[in-house]
Structures are given as C-alpha cells and as structure tokens.
C-alpha cells in the first residue's frame, strides 16, 4: 500500500476540478474494449486489413492476459481503501495495472508505429496519456496502476510488433511462420488457451476480499467480484479467433481493401458490424455470469468475433462482390 497510497492527494486535487469529470468519462468510454471492438474492424474492412489485423492482435493480446495479472497483484482500487476518494466510476476487478491504460498503449501505439504519420501519432499521444489520465480523475485507479499499465502495454506491443512482422504491418514475413502448420496450429491454440488457463489458476488462490474494502468499494454501482473470469474468457477466445483469422484469411490471399470505392468500403462496414452486433447480441445473451458455463461461453463468442473480423467477413464480402482481392503470388504471407 505504501508503494500506491502516494497516489490519494493527486485524486483528490483532480476531483476537486469538477471540469475534468465530463473529458475523463469521454476518455475512458474510449478506451472501453467495448468502444475499441467497434473501429477496429472498420480499420481492417475499410482502410488496410494488414493494420486491423495488427490492432486486432494488439488489444487481443493484452486482454488475454489483462485479468491475470490483476488477480496475480490483487491490488485495492482507490475507491475501496480511501473514504476521501469519490467513485465517480465503478469496476469489479482488482486495480493493477490498469487495462484501459495498457490497452490504449497496445492499440494506439501500435497505429503511431505502423501510420508514419505525425497527426497520427499526436492523437496517438494524446489518446493514451488522457485514457490513462482519466482513470485517476474518475478514481478508480492509483497513478501507479496507470503507469504499470503503459510499461506492461508497452511490452505487449513489443511482442506484437515482432511477432507480426515489423513495425509496419507487412513489410517483412513473420517469425512465426517459420513453425510450420503444426506448430502455427499449437502456437495458436496456446495463445488463446494457456492464458485463460493460469488465469483460473490464479484467481481459484485468491484469499477472501476485506471485508473494509467491500464497505468502501460499495459506494460504486460495480459490486466487487475481483476473480470473475468472463472477461478474461472473452478477451483470450478473441486472441485464438484472430490469429487463427489471420492465418486462414491471408492464406486465401486477402489484401487491404485500399483500392476499393468509398461506396464499397461503408457497404463492407455496415454488413460486417451488422453480423458482429447480431453475433454479439445472442451468443452473448447466453452468457450467464452466474452460471458455471459463463466463461466457455465467452471464450467461443470471442473466438467468434475474432474468426469474423479478420476472415469470415471477407467471405461475406467476397459474396456481396465487395472484395479486394489480388493473386496469391503476390499477397505477404504472415500470421
């Protein structure tokens, strides 16, 4: 507590600015997975598949771990252990490190490397900083949680970059692909199982939650359940559904869609959300976050998800006659 506590007179100066309230909700609903899943396919669908597929794996990437190393911490959030600490937003799971944070740090960041671009990378900048920022205004995390969170973001992207093949998607092959189809296989069945796996793990030897933390935590609407494990699910079925997605699909030679009227390229957004929504809506319907099922469930709807952005919308599209697709000889190979 002492290496995090250091962090209360910042929270309470930044909520006694009342106008930093309204910019920090916006920022942090975009950094919300739930915003990111939304653009992200666009990205890939409408603008450059090569740079979907690397956002893709970047926030896929780090949700799959995200809860982990939450539960490995099992850190308090501000508004659990300080009275002084107003909850102006609420979370169930423990505090370090900050997902928003890290996940605005492997997505962003990634589109700063991969678009040389300097308005870019402006908005990149401002994006994570203010994301992060704005999980301490809203108090649900200590400066410290924010900071881990940019240098474990950090180190996911890394271990992205390389393993997508560059800082600049397709530019070079991928080192993964040196495996082979039977250890491409057993590498991405690993990806989007081992995760989750030590996840459970893990949150089955958490101790009780204090009983002082569940007093204070109670003031937010998010009731406390730190080893809940459907996000977890969620995000480490989407990692396996991407790389395997990305496999299949440049398999078949898919490119981006740069060439593509603008005409086509809102067509292909607006069916492929179309299907994403429907998917999301009744595969997620099933998920009963009380039920011993709830975390399988979320780990097929994210695999789901993550199979459809990156190929089962290009056969879509492919039907509709609203592909881009070039001979395979000239297609780069990658994961």
Do not use: C
């Not at 996911?156 to 250890?183: K, Y």
């Not at 078949?252 to 957004?269: A, D, F, N, S, T």
């Amino acid at each position: 507590m002492e290496l995090i506590q250091w962090g209360v007179p910042l929270i309470e100066w930044l909520q006694s600015q009342a106008w930093l309230e309204d910019p920090a909700r916006l920022f942090s609903a975009l950094g919300d997975v739930r915003i990111m899943i939304l653009w992200i396919p666009a990205v890939a669908w409408a603008v450059d598949w090569r740079l979907g597929r690397r956002l893709l794996l970047a926030m896929t990437a780090w949700g799959a771990v995200n809860t982990l190393v939450k539960v490995v911490a099992s850190q308090p959030r501000p508004y659990w252990v300080e009275a002084s600490v107003a909850p102006l937003a609420s979370e169930s799971s423990f505090g370090f490190a900050s997902g928003h944070a890290a996940f605005a740090m492997v997505v962003w960041g990634a589109l700063a490397l991969a678009v040389p671009k300097r308005w870019v990378r402006v908005l990149a900048a401002v994006m994570i900083v203010g994301i992060g920022a704005s999980r301490i205004v809203l108090g649900v995390h200590w400066p410290a949680d924010v900071i881990g969170g940019w240098l474990l973001g950090a180190g996911v992207l890394a271990l992205v970059v390389w393993a997508d093949g560059g800082i600049r998607p397709g530019t070079r092959t991928s080192p993964l692909t040196s495996l082979g189809p039977i250890g491409g296989m057993v590498a991405t069945g690993l990806l989007g199982v081992l995760p989750l796996a030590v996840a459970t793990v893990a949150a089955s030897r958490v101790g009780p939650v204090d009983p002082d933390w569940l007093a204070l935590g109670a003031r937010g609407a998010e009731a406390i359940d730190p080893t809940r494990l459907v996000g977890a699910g969620l995000l480490a079925g989407g990692l396996l559904g991407a790389v395997a997605g990305s496999v299949i699909s440049t398999a078949r030679g898919q490119v981006p869609p740069i060439e593509l009227p603008i005409v086509h390229r809102v067509l292909r957004v607006a069916n492929g959300l179309l299907v994403l929504v429907f998917v999301t809506w009744s595969l997620g319907g099933m998920v009963d976050r009380a039920s011993i099922t709830s975390v399988p469930l979320a780990w097929l709807l994210g695999a789901a998800v993550g199979w459809w952005v990156l190929d089962g919308s290009q056969r879509l599209f492919d039907r509709m006659g609203l592909s881009a697709v070039v001979p395979t000889a000239t297609a780069v190979r990658a994961p």
